[in-house]
Every structure is written in structure tokens, then in C-alpha cells.
């Protein structure tokens, strides 16, 4: 995509999360491919681990989020 070219507004604000988010997302990810592992699959244990895991990064996320939009709307209020 050139510069000059428009950004579709429903991609605008996830592409911008992503990067601003790069890690967690990048973490989430491999949280997600190594439950799909089928070594990984034959310990419950550990599937179970891995999903606490990403709910975790999961919540840290949105925790982030939401303090970035109530961040903007204070600064848009002034």
C-alpha cells in the first residue's frame, strides 16, 4: 500500500491496536499455536496451562485498551 493510498476505517483502529500491541499479540499467537501442537494436545495439564496463559495476556490486553480509549477521551474533553 503506498502513501497515498486511503486506509479503510473499519481496518484503521485494529491495524492501529496491532501496532501498538505488537508483543501481546505476538505472545497470544504462539499461546495459540502450541495448544494446536499434538505433542502438546496429549498433556491436559499443560493445554490447560496454555489457556490460562493467554486469557491472562488476553486481559492484560484489553486492560490496556480500555485504559488507552479513557486516555483519549479525557484529552478529547479538555
Do not use: S, T, Y
Request: hydrophobic content about 45%; overall charge negative; charged content about 30%.
Amino acid at each position: 500500500m503506498d502513501a497515498g493510498a486511503e486506509m479503510n476505517p473499519f481496518l484503521a483502529d485494529p491495524l492501529d491496536h496491532l501496532n501498538e500491541h505488537r508483543e501481546e499479540m505476538a505472545l497470544w499467537l504462539a499461546l495459540e499455536v502450541l495448544q494446536l501442537n499434538p505433542v502438546a494436545l496429549e498433556d491436559a495439564e499443560l493445554v490447560e496451562r496454555l489457556i490460562a496463559c493467554q486469557e491472562r495476556v488476553q486481559e492484560r490486553l484489553r486492560a490496556k485498551v480500555a485504559r488507552a480509549a479513557g486516555g483519549l477521551g479525557q484529552r478529547g474533553a479538555r
